[in-house]
């Protein structure tokens, strides 16, 4: 086997290792969302990027056939192999996310929440230590201003600018706090995409996912960031 088809074979195990863990066989069990929206199979396409250093990216296309893109320079890159593993659930979740947003502005300004979300999942298939790198810098500043207020954070881009998509990838330690303090459940993301998709706003997709008030867990989320 080449060393190409090699990395090429990793990265299928490790989007089928993802699929399995958000939408797993036993009924009830999963994040409760489901790609029953756009059927099978899912594309996967593998290209060279000579002037994009990312690994990969969920694709949304006007005909609703949303598909994966990953770098090939970096799949076959022995050194980057716990990295796609983390793209591979990340985009695999993008395109979840895409199923139940027939907009890609019910993501938020700057498509925030897609990215507080996928963003989480890369979790799932890391090492509690995991810690993605483009959290770094943000971690102090993206609460000032709320969670709820992208718009206005001050979360910073590489360019050092205020930027509610890199609000989204920080908010993923939020969302992970709620987990871990079981505000809900991995069922609890599927009914906050459910909520979104059906029109509400993230106050009350929040609300959806907890079964009741989630405000409390940001103050305590709050609380323990800063004390």
Not at 49 to 76: C, H, M, P, Q
Not at 84 to 90: G, N, W
Not at 161 to 179: A, D, E, K, Q
Request: proline share 6%; charged share 20%.
């Amino acid at each position: 086997m080449t060393p190409v088809r090699a990395s090429v074979e990793s990265l299928a195990t490790a989007l089928e290792f993802a699929y399995t863990l958000l939408i797993p066989d036993t009924p009830g069990e999963g994040i409760g969302m489901d790609f029953s929206r756009r059927g099978m199979p899912i594309r996967v396409d593998l290209q060279y990027w000579w002037s994009d250093d990312n690994i990969a990216y969920g694709v949304r296309n006007r005909w609703g056939d949303d598909y994966i893109e990953f770098n090939l320079y970096k799949v076959v890159d022995p050194n980057l192999t716990s990295e796609i593993k983390v793209s591979a659930i990340h985009e695999l979740f993008h395109l979840l996310q895409y199923q139940y947003t027939p907009t890609h502005a019910m993501g938020g300004p700057g498509g925030w929440l897609f990215e507080m979300f996928s963003v989480w999942s890369e979790w799932l298939v890391s090492p509690p230590n995991h810690y993605p790198n483009i959290l770094d810098g943000n971690v102090y500043r993206f609460p000032l201003r709320g969670l709820l207020r992208p718009e206005d954070t001050l979360a910073l881009n590489d360019k050092q600018s205020p930027s509610p998509l890199y609000h989204g990838y920080i908010s993923s330690l939020f969302l992970r706090y709620m987990l871990w303090k079981n505000a809900f459940g991995l069922d609890g993301v599927g009914r906050f995409w459910k909520a979104i998709g059906a029109g509400k706003d993230a106050y009350e997709a929040y609300k959806e996912a907890a079964n009741g008030d989630w405000v409390e867990y940001w103050v305590g989320f709050c609380a323990d960031m800063f004390t």
